[in-house]
């Protein structure tokens, strides 16, 4: 089951643009969609669903996807 606001978010980008997340220098991720901060529990369930998203370094612009990603995986691999 999807976390509350993650279902409204997916409505919001059927429309086949991904969904930006902001990470700040707290490290936190911002979904503006739902106006909700995220983890990357809610990123992996995103990913299991085959959802599309980026996240985007809210100071800088650069993406920075992929090491989310990574730290995603590496995540999974250190709980089974």
């Given at each position: 089951?999807?976390?509350?606001?993650?279902?409204?978010?997916?409505?919001?980008?059927?429309a086949g643009t991904?969904?930006?997340?902001?990470?700040?220098?707290?490290?936190?991720?911002?979904?503006?969609a739902a106006g909700?901060?995220?983890?990357?529990?809610?990123?992996?369930?995103?990913?299991?669903?085959?959802?599309?998203?980026?996240?985007?370094?809210?100071?800088?612009?650069?993406?920075?996807?992929?090491?989310?990603?990574?730290?995603?995986?590496?995540?999974?691999?250190?709980?089974g």
């Amino acid at each position: 089951m999807l976390p509350m606001g993650l279902e409204r978010r997916r409505k919001m980008t059927e429309a086949g643009t991904p969904l930006v997340i902001k990470r700040y220098a707290n490290r936190r991720l911002y979904d503006a969609a739902a106006g909700a901060y995220r983890t990357l529990g809610d990123l992996a369930l995103l990913v299991d669903d085959d959802e599309e998203f980026v996240v985007i370094e809210a100071e800088t612009g650069e993406d920075i996807t992929r090491s989310v990603l990574k730290q995603i995986i590496v995540e999974r691999k250190r709980h089974g």
